[in-house]
């Protein structure tokens, strides 16, 4: 069998050509048509037929809980939500290489939804599934769901490139899509977790019929309420069992937990469903692992993302961790890029600005020769160190900086975030400010020299941030840090991060000598 089809040639490189059965060549043609044409990219429509219904076939030759052994001297990777988010998929991809005999590797459902890049993940995920029906394994979550899809994007994503018809074929293949997977009859991975019923066995999901259709207006069945918690339901601080405010499923503390557990002779749960900080959280005793692996979330957050690592012969209630950040800046798929990452740099300035004063003060520090500039390496870390966001600074410096050069003029790049006001505004605020210092320094019957003098407290002939605060707060003014630190900036003319005498008399002079104007 053999496709070929028309395609948008405004996209950077041709789609690959379809045979079956799939080759590797087809899989990285087809990564590489998407990661160059980012969401330009079309694959014809017949293929996207084609693969969907090559992969119903894989599907419906699985059981709706996969029993898996992990391959002698190789790993299982469990990999969470990742929300059509491509660039995540790829980086996940480079680091553990493709799915082979050596390595089983499990997306825990949520593939789509939010993320502008669904259909892209979607198609990639089905051809490796197709290309290794048993050794790249795909679990439902919630959001491979029709009425979720028609909520959170993915429908208009579908519609946009395509039309109904391969909408309503993706959703034969979510129906059709297991529910989870039993490692070494010892883990289970599902989406979401566990169950209001206490009496919950692993043979009740074994049992499950697929394909699973959602109908709202049918009662449902015991089979319909195990479906809603395995998608829906989430662990909890509190014990015992209740509703989730979700509005599906529930939540569970330990006790429920170790009760399950126990009763399935099992070690560990490991579940996606929520997004973690750090991309995957440990909580009930250890004995539940939620993994998530869409970093810079919906791009309004800075979480990281991550993966479980089970390898042979290993305590499996102890498996590895691996955390990144997908390459969101990446050139290659800059339209995606724009979208997902306007809300994170967005909070970053607004953590920035209310940190700024504190950020100076680190540079300075840092800056022992007053030239004004840090390194980037510097500049990255005192970011990290002062906001607490362990993310990766460096390639948001093009961004907050405008420039990736190795070196940043820090006062220039903390003036970006300070607080705008009418020119007008702040010249009365200035005048005044600069009229109050000035009647302190002339109430002790101080010479202007004297005044740097007392300032300068270490007498080094420059007078630093920490000492400016110092002696402003000792003027009893009251100007909050953050106005002090304003008022230091523009005391600075050099920007090099310290007040020499020059500086220091060329802006108090006036005021100072001449109080009436």
Avoid at 445 to 458: C, G, I, Q
Wanted: proline share 3%; with cysteine.
């Amino acid at each position: 069998c053999c496709s070929s089809d028309s395609y948008d040639d405004s996209n950077i490189v041709a789609p690959p050509v379809l045979h079956f059965p799939i080759t590797m060549e087809y899989l990285e043609g087809l990564i590489n048509f998407y990661a160059k044409g980012g969401l330009r990219a079309k694959l014809p429509k017949n293929q996207v037929m084609e693969i969907i219904d090559h992969v119903l076939d894989v599907l419906d030759e699985q059981p709706t809980l996969l029993d898996v052994k992990i391959p002698e001297n190789g790993r299982v990777v469990v990999c969470g939500d990742t929300h059509g988010q491509f660039m995540d998929l790829l980086t996940i991809l480079k680091d553990t290489g493709y799915p082979s005999k050596q390595q089983i590797i499990i997306f825990n459902g949520d593939f789509v939804d939010r993320g502008p890049a669904g259909i892209e993940v979607l198609l990639t995920l089905f051809v490796m599934k197709i290309l290794y029906p048993h050794h790249l394994l795909l679990h439902r979550g919630n959001h491979e769901q029709r009425h979720m899809n028609a909520k959170y994007s993915f429908e208009d994503q579908v519609l946009e490139k395509y039309d109904s018809e391969v909408f309503d074929f993706i959703q034969e293949a979510f129906d059709t899509l297991p529910l989870g997977s039993v490692l070494e009859s010892k883990v289970l991975i599902i989406h979401g977790g566990l169950f209001e019923d206490l009496d919950v066995c692993l043979d009740d999901i074994r049992c499950i019929e697929r394909p699973i259709v959602r109908h709202k207006t049918k009662t449902p069945t015991k089979s319909d309420i195990l479906v809603e918690s395995i998608l829906w339901s989430d662990p909890s601080p509190d014990l015992g069992v209740r509703r989730s405010k979700r509005g599906a499923g529930v939540v569970f503390g330990s006790d429920i937990t170790k009760l399950f557990l126990e009763r399935n002779n099992l070690s560990l749960l490991v579940r996606s469903h929520e997004m973690k900080q750090e991309g995957y959280e440990k909580t009930h005793n250890d004995q539940v692992i939620t993994i998530f692996s869409a970093s810079y979330y919906c791009g309004s957050n800075t979480n990281k993302g991550a993966f479980l690592i089970f390898d042979y012969g290993s305590d499996l209630r102890h498996p590895k961790h691996k955390q990144y950040y997908a390459d969101v800046l990446s050139s290659n798929f800059t339209s995606i890029n724009d979208t997902c990452m306007s809300e994170t740099l967005q909070r970053l300035k607004e953590l920035i600005f209310e940190r700024r004063h504190d950020l100076f003060s680190a540079y300075v520090d840092i800056d022992k020769e007053h030239t004004g500039l840090v390194s980037s390496h510097h500049w990255s870390h005192v970011l990290r160190d002062v906001i607490g966001l362990n993310i990766n600074w460096k390639a948001m410096q093009p961004y907050l900086v405008g420039s990736s050069c190795d070196f940043v003029q820090y006062v220039p790049f903390l003036d970006k975030f300070k607080a705008h006001v009418d020119e007008n505004t702040a010249k009365r605020w200035y005048t005044h400010v600069m009229h109050e210092i000035c009647a302190r320094f002339r109430a002790k019957a101080m010479e202007l020299s004297t005044v740097f003098k007392d300032m300068d407290t270490d007498g080094d002939g420059l007078i630093s941030y920490d000492e400016f605060i110092n002696a402003v707060k000792a003027s009893e003014i009251g100007l909050a840090d953050e106005q002090i630190y304003d008022l230091m900036h523009d005391l600075d003319s050099d920007h090099n991060g310290v007040i020499d005498y020059q500086e220091f008399r060329s802006r108090f002079q006036v005021e100072f000598y001449n109080p009436e104007g």
